[in-house]
Each structure stands twice: as structure tokens, then as C-alpha cells.
């Protein structure tokens, strides 16, 4: 059983459309991040949140916007996506944001997203 | 900037047998941790084994262990006694022992392995 949680598992919507992938850890982990992952590819890192506030964005397109309400949530919210956003999207937890030996990261089942 | 390759994009193993895949990297650092990780059709990216760059001996964690070979800068993963639950896309990750951060887990191409019963 995975310990970070991802909702929900299979999302389609149209390029005008608004919706929103959530993820949820109960670990106590103070670093939350956003992955993407596009077929027989590695994930890309898209954010990373460390204590609740937005520490790295990696030049990700303002359609996506991250949130992190509290420690143990984490949204991204999407807007006017096109289809090439379509993939895989991870969420992952680590204890802190060095994300090191003693603070690897734990990964979700991910979101498959469909842009129509 | 430090990269990871992994040169075999598919692998196919027995079950009961024994696989190895490979994994380099390249960096100037002295201090990172390496990490494999495995993605199963599940899609969840499960740690497998990590290994700090400062300690010698070889990580071992059940059936898995791990050839860390520093001055080579290699860092390939056996997988004993393959069953079939090990069929997955395995990932090697370096990351940098040096700030926070702005580190990120750099990840190699991933290998799929295939295990026949």
C-alpha cells in the first residue's frame, strides 16, 4: 500500500476545462513535490514545496498551478491544457527537502491525465 | 552537471535467476547518494536500495544489493532469485549531498526488465 495518495487515478478534459490532481501523506513529511512523466521516460520534476511554501519551480508553465494548503496536502491545479500535457503526474513526499539517504522520497500511484 | 546513464533499456531474466543491471554516472562531487527505483504497472515509484557515495560497503536490502564501484563511478543493481513481481521499469537516481533543495533527483533512462516464468 502506497503511503502517498493520489486522486484521482485517471483524469480526461478538454482543453478549456479546470480541474484539479490531489495528493495526500500522513508521514509527517515536510517536502511535498510534483513530478511529470511522459511514456518509457524518467519523471521530470515540475515543483517542490518544503514547509508548506513553494521552494523550486522548474520553469513550469503558469497552466499549472501548485498548492500546498497544509503539510499533508498538495494540489495542482490545471487550466487551458493542451495535449502534449498529457502523462503521468507523481506526487512524492520526503521527510525534509534534501531529499538524501535518510530522506528519500516516497512516490504515489500518480494521475494519468488525458488532454483532449 | 551530473548525469546518469543506463545503457540496457530492456533486460529479461528466469524466474529463480539471478540479473544484473547497469548504471553510471558522472559527477565531480564527492559526496551523493545514489538510489535504484522501481516503477511496476502499478505506476507507483517504489525505493528498491540507496547507498551513500562515503561508505564502501555494497547497500543489501533482501534479494537486491548493490555493485558500488566509486572510482568507476558505477553503481549497478543485482536482483537474486528473480520472481515475478520484479518485472518493472527499475531507475537509477543520483543525487547531490551538497545543499538542499535545489538538488533534484536526477534519474537515468530506466531498464524494463522482463521475468519468464
Known amino acids: 500500500d502506497t503511503e502517498v495518495t493520489q486522486t484521482p487515478k485517471h483524469l480526461v478534459m478538454g482543453m478549456t476545462n479546470k480541474k484539479s490532481l490531489k495528493c495526500e501523506q500522513h508521514?509527517?513529511?515536510?517536502?511535498m513535490y510534483w513530478y511529470k512523466q511522459k511514456a518509457k521516460k524518467p519523471p521530470e520534476l515540475m515543483f517542490v514545496?518544503?514547509?508548506?511554501?513553494?521552494?523550486i519551480n522548474e520553469s513550469v508553465p503558469s497552466r499549472f498551478s501548485p498548492e500546498c494548503p497544509n503539510s499533508s496536502l498538495l494540489n495542482l491545479h490545471l487550466h487551458a491544457l493542451q495535449p502534449e500535457d498529457s502523462a503521468l503526474y507523481l506526487c512524492?513526499?520526503?521527510?525534509?527537502?534534501?531529499?538524501?539517504?535518510?530522506?528519500?522520497?516516497?512516490f504515489g500511484n500518480g494521475t494519468r491525465l488525458t488532454v483532449t | 552537471a551530473q548525469t546518469v546513464t543506463q545503457s540496457q533499456p530492456e533486460m529479461s531474466v528466469q524466474e529463480a535467476e539471478t540479473v544484473t543491471l547497469s548504471c553510471t554516472y558522472d559527477t565531480s562531487e564527492s559526496d551523493y547518494y545514489l538510489f535504484w527505483y522501481k516503477q511496476p504497472p502499478s505506476r507507483q515509484m517504489i525505493l528498491v536500495i540507496r547507498q551513500e557515495a562515503y561508505k564502501q560497503q555494497n547497500a543489501t536490502e533482501n534479494r537486491f544489493s548493490v555493485n558500488f564501484q566509486k572510482a568507476a563511478k558505477s553503481f549497478s543493481l543485482k536482483i537474486s532469485d528473480s520472481q515475478l513481481g520484479d518485472a518493472a521499469m527499475y531507475f537509477c537516481?543520483?543525487?547531490?549531498?551538497?545543499?538542499?533543495?535545489?538538488?533534484?533527483?536526477?534519474f537515468g533512462t530506466g531498464t524494463l526488465l522482463a521475468v519468464q516464468p
Open positions: 537516481a543520483y543525487r547531490s549531498g551538497y545543499g538542499g533543495a535545489t538538488n533534484k533527483l536526477i
Open positions: 514545496y518544503s514547509y508548506e511554501k513553494l521552494s
Open positions: 508521514m509527517g513529511h515536510r517536502a
Open positions: 512524492a513526499s520526503s521527510q525534509d527537502e534534501t531529499g538524501n539517504y535518510n530522506s528519500p522520497l516516497h
